[in-house]
């Protein structure tokens, strides 16, 4: 069976070709099911190997999920205590540094400078 292309109006707007009668959807009575209010149906529906199955899959799911974003979370904050702990002590680190190699310099060079045959 081939399918009949869709009708548009000058706008491109599909056209409604068989449009549905309100009255005749009014006399058809709804499909009965599982009365879903009842909570002893509800639970018998939910103790089904099937769902609880996917209640299973679903679990395993979120689980990796809520690890994955908690992960997330504690590596950028600790990125950031770190980055702020780095940029705290980074200018007195610099100046041990500065005055560690201001006392051994002078040693140094005299060593290096006995070590070293003259030309």
């Known amino acids: 069976m081939e399918e009949q292309p869709i009708k548009l109006d000058d706008e491109g707007i599909p056209i409604l070709e068989h449009p549905v009668d309100l009255n005749s959807l009014a006399d058809q009575r709804p499909v ?21 199955e996917l209640i299973n899959d679903l679990t395993d799911d979120l689980q990796r999920m809520v690890s994955w974003k908690i992960e997330e979370v504690l590596k950028e904050e600790l990125a950031k205590l770190v980055h702020s702990a780095t940029e705290q002590g980074s200018e007195k680190l610099g100046v041990d540094i500065r005055t560690q190699l201001k006392l051994a310099l002078p040693e140094l060079v005299a060593k290096i400078a006995q070590e070293k045959p003259d030309i």
């Open 32 to 52: 009965s099911g599982a009365d879903l209010t009842d909570i002893d149906i509800v639970e018998q529906l939910l103790d089904k190997d099937r769902v609880l």
